[in-house]
């Protein structure tokens, strides 16, 4: 049958159904490729500051409402704020194995926002020396996001000072 329809589509000069769908496929194709460069963001800036934090809250709208809040402080500030972890509820000992192992790379405090912390976690946490911090107010535990990140850029800002100072350039009068 199929071969019948192929030998009829020939004769009266249509287009056979495989060329069709395949046209209808490679439109398809050009489309989704379109729709998903619009939805694409831009990458991160090179040697931009980073600032880990595992997030652990009440509800998901706390959570979603925290992310929108960290994006903010990212534009401001322009360094990355990375919620390496995070989800629901009290911190857990998992949580606090997260921390370890972004421990390794730096600094990663587990902010816990209205939820509190199994007694596991807490014991274990203190052993590993991982920095649990509790928050009732989202606005406290944005500005103290936001003095991460003003004291990732002033370390930052302060150690290419120096590097400039030990380029080579001329001693001072003082011999300094």
Excluded: W
């Amino acid at each position: 049958k199929k071969l019948a329809e192929t030998i009829r589509r020939r004769v009266h000069g249509e287009a056979s159904e495989s060329e069709s769908e395949e046209e209808q496929e490679d439109s398809d194709v050009e489309r989704e490729r379109s729709d998903d460069e619009d939805d694409r963001e831009p990458l991160p800036r090179k040697n931009m500051p980073v600032v880990p934090m595992i997030l652990k809250t009440k509800t998901m709208s706390q959570f979603d409402m925290l992310m929108d809040e960290v994006e903010r402080l990212q534009e401001v500030h322009r360094c990355r704020i990375v919620i390496v972890h995070g989800g629901l509820g009290p911190v857990m000992p998992k949580d606090i194995v997260h921390a370890e192992v972004e421990k390794q790379y730096g600094y990663c405090p587990v902010y816990a926002f209205q939820v509190g912390c199994l007694p596991e976690a807490a014991g274990q946490a203190s052993a590993e020396k991982i920095d649990i911090r509790r928050f009732n107010v989202f606005t406290d535990l944005l500005a103290d996001v936001e003095g991460r990140c003003v004291k990732i850029r002033e370390t930052k800002r302060l150690s290419r000072y120096t590097a400039s100072l030990m380029r080579g350039s001329a001693p001072t009068a003082s011999g300094l």
